[in-house]
């Protein structure tokens, strides 16, 4: 992997661990405070992940290692608790489609977000080779957490906090 793609891998690593360190100090930020620092933390961690190179995986598997349910539960019931009213929004899935928009929680794209990026920091724990790993990290971001980044950020700046 060439210098490029290190760095780009190490900003992305950086933005990730940033997140991960903002949702972890939730119960020690007024909530208003905690909703700049997360939509800042996003914002830098979607910037960094549209840099990440497409790549063809190596191999067809990679072990999971998802964030344990109980974890997850605990870590959502909490920043639903923290968010309180501010919580629920609402939310079209694609919008190049016209549908019905449906309930949303912040506190559950937070979550989401969190444990996808717990797991994907993991992954190299498991030294899996570079192109197992951009693949991972790209999947992960296109399919899932991606849309709730943004599904969160839009929340958010509708706050006018």
């Known amino acids: 992997m060439g210098d490029d793609r290190e760095s780009i891998l190490r900003r992305f690593r950086v933005a990730a661990s940033a997140y991960l360190e903002v949702v972890d100090s939730a119960p020690n930020i007024e ?8 939509s800042r933390s996003l ?7 549209l840099y ?9 598997e990679i072990a999971e290692r998802p964030l344990a ?20 929004y609402w939310v079209v899935f694609d919008s ?5 928009p449906v309930r949303a929680s912040l506190a559950g794209d937070i979550s989401e977000i969190y444990g996808d990026l ?7 724990k498991l030294q899996i080779s570079r192109a197992d790993l951009l693949w991972e990290l790209q999947a992960s971001f296109r ?8 599904g969160a950020l839009k929340a958010i700046s509708d706050l006018h906090l």
Do not use: V
């Not at 830098?44 to 992940?49: H, V």
């Not at 990440?52 to 067809?60: N, Q, V």
């Not at 717990?118 to 190299?124: A, G, H, S, T």
């Not at 399919?143 to 943004?150: D, E, F, K, S, V």
């Open 43 to 49: 914002a830098e961690l979607y910037g960094a992940a």
């Open 143 to 150: 399919n899932h957490w991606g849309r709730h980044a943004l």
């Open 69 to 88: 349910h109980e974890q997850w539960a605990t870590l959502f019931r909490s920043l639903k608790e923290k968010i309180g009213s501010l919580d629920t």
């Open 31 to 38: 909530i208003r405070a905690l909703l700049d620092a997360i």
């Open 96 to 100: 190049t489609l016209e549908e019905t």
């Open 52 to 60: 990440l190179p497409e790549e063809a995986p190596d191999t067809t």
């Open 118 to 124: 717990k797991r994907d920091l993991d992954l190299e």
